[in-house]
């Protein structure tokens, strides 16, 4: 069973950055679709980052400019950079990674943006 520790959540003011991580337990060298999450109180989980293994990316029009999805495959570790956060980037963010059709979930991180 693959696990996903994410790490680097916390409250920030707004227009600041934070940095999350995603430290996988086997390599990730293998995955074809890595992604993150978010889901604020009350609202469903959207998708605010994902990239496939051939380097194509998604940003939804709420994010796009201001965050950024990377890996590093010597760590096993993908990323979240976050920058100019808004009030309303507040919320439980989660990443996923797939091998070969086989996904794995965080168990979420916290991020709080202070108006």
């Known amino acids: 069973q693959v696990q996903l520790v994410e790490s680097g959540g916390g409250l920030v003011q707004a227009g600041g950055s934070l940095r999350l991580s995603c430290a996988a337990s086997?390599?990730?060298?293998?995955?074809?679709?890595m992604a993150w999450y978010r889901q604020a109180p009350g609202q469903q989980r959207e998708l605010v980052a994902s990239?496939?293994?051939?380097?194509?990316?998604y940003y939804p029009d709420s994010v796009k400019g201001r965050f950024a999805i990377s890996r590093d495959n010597a760590k096993n570790t993908v990323y979240l950079e976050m920058n100019s956060l808004k009030y309303e980037d507040t919320a439980v963010y989660y990443c996923?990674?797939?091998?070969?059709?086989?996904?794995?979930w965080g168990q979420g991180i916290q991020v709080t943006v202070s108006s």
């Open positions: 086997r390599s990730i060298s293998s995955i074809n679709h």
């Open positions: 990239a496939t293994s051939s380097g194509i990316t």
């Open positions: 996923s990674l797939t091998w070969l059709g086989s996904t794995a």
